[in-house]
C-alpha cells in the first residue's frame, strides 16, 4: 500500500513557476514508477510526465521542455518543476504509483488526493 499527497499548487501569473511535491509513504517507492497527471475543469484527466526507478523520464508534448520531474528516494519524495506556466496549465494536479512501466497503457495503482495549480493571463 502506498499514500501519496501531494503540495505545492497555488495561484501564479502566466510565464510564472510552481514547484510541485508528492510525500509517498512506504519503504518501496524507490522501485515504483511515479507519475503526474491532471485535470482541468470540462475535461479528462490527462497525462503529464513519468519516471522510473532508473530516472529515465516521459513528458507529455504539452510540457516538455518546461516541466521536470524528478524524485528524491531518500526522501520518498517526487518533484514536478513547472515553468514557462501558461493559463492553459490550469487544472488539478495529481501523482500516482505505478508497480510496472508499460508506456502510455501503464495502469498507475495508487493516486493523491490532488492539489490545484491556477495560472493568471
Known amino acids: 500500500q502506498v499514500q501519496l499527497v501531494e503540495s505545492g499548487g497555488g495561484l501564479v501569473q502566466a510565464g510564472g513557476s510552481l514547484r510541485l511535491s508528492c510525500a509517498a509513504s512506504?519503504?518501496?517507492?524507490?522501485?515504483?514508477?511515479m507519475g503526474w497527471f491532471r485535470q482541468a475543469p470540462g475535461k479528462e484527466r490527462e497525462f503529464v510526465a513519468a519516471i522510473r526507478s532508473g530516472s529515465s523520464t516521459y513528458y507529455a508534448d504539452s510540457v516538455k521542455g518546461r516541466f521536470t520531474i524528478s524524485r528524491d528516494n531518500a526522501k520518498n519524495t517526487l518533484y514536478l518543476q513547472m515553468n514557462s506556466l501558461k493559463p492553459e496549465d490550469t487544472a488539478v494536479y495529481y501523482c500516482?504509483?505505478?508497480?510496472?512501466?508499460?508506456?502510455?497503457?501503464?495502469?498507475?495503482?495508487?493516486w493523491g488526493q490532488g492539489t490545484q495549480v491556477t495560472v493568471s493571463s
Open positions: 512506504g519503504r518501496t517507492f524507490s522501485s515504483y514508477v
Open positions: 500516482a504509483a505505478a508497480r510496472i512501466y508499460y508506456g502510455p497503457s501503464t495502469h498507475y495503482d495508487y
